[in-house]
């Protein structure tokens, strides 16, 4: 069974992985830190700051708290983006279960 650093970076790799896919460039993205990282994109003349949350089914990943959507909003303005969530399930091996669940925070 992944533990929940695992499960939480697989999940931003699917993100980054769509992102990529839609022609964004990642700016941002530290592996290196516990799960819960913002991942920094620039598409086109977009400019975006995603937050992402994890589950393994059959649970649902969260959805941001007030608080972390008033953070996520604050770090997105000093860098001009618009702030997202990303919701992400997958199975137990870590693939992706559906498709992402995108929310603009506003």
Same mark, same amino acid.
């Given at each position: 069974? *992944?533990?929940?650093? #695992?499960?939480?970076?697989?999940?931003?790799? !699917?993100?980054?992985?769509?992102?990529?896919?839609?022609?964004?460039?990642?700016?941002?993205?530290?592996?290196?830190?516990?799960?819960?990282?913002?991942?920094?994109?620039?598409?086109?003349?977009? !400019?975006?700051?995603?937050? /992402?949350?994890?589950?393994?089914?059959?649970?649902?990943?969260?959805?941001?708290? *007030?608080?972390?959507?008033?953070?996520?909003?604050?770090?997105?303005?000093?860098?001009? *983006? #618009?702030?997202?969530?990303?919701? /992400?399930?997958?199975?137990?091996?870590?693939?992706?279960?559906?498709?992402?669940?995108?929310?603009?925070?506003?």
């Amino acid at each position: 069974m *992944a533990t929940a650093q #695992e499960v939480g970076r697989a999940g931003e790799a !699917h993100v980054v992985e769509q992102l990529q896919g839609r022609r964004f460039k990642i700016q941002a993205w530290d592996t290196t830190l516990p799960s819960a990282a913002d991942i920094e994109a620039l598409g086109g003349k977009r !400019h975006v700051l995603v937050q /992402v949350k994890t589950s393994v089914s059959p649970n649902d990943p969260q959805f941001l708290s *007030a608080e972390e959507a008033t953070a996520m909003k604050g770090r997105a303005l000093l860098l001009g *983006a #618009e702030a997202w969530q990303a919701r /992400v399930t997958m199975n137990d091996d870590l693939t992706l279960k559906g498709k992402i669940a995108w929310r603009r925070v506003r």
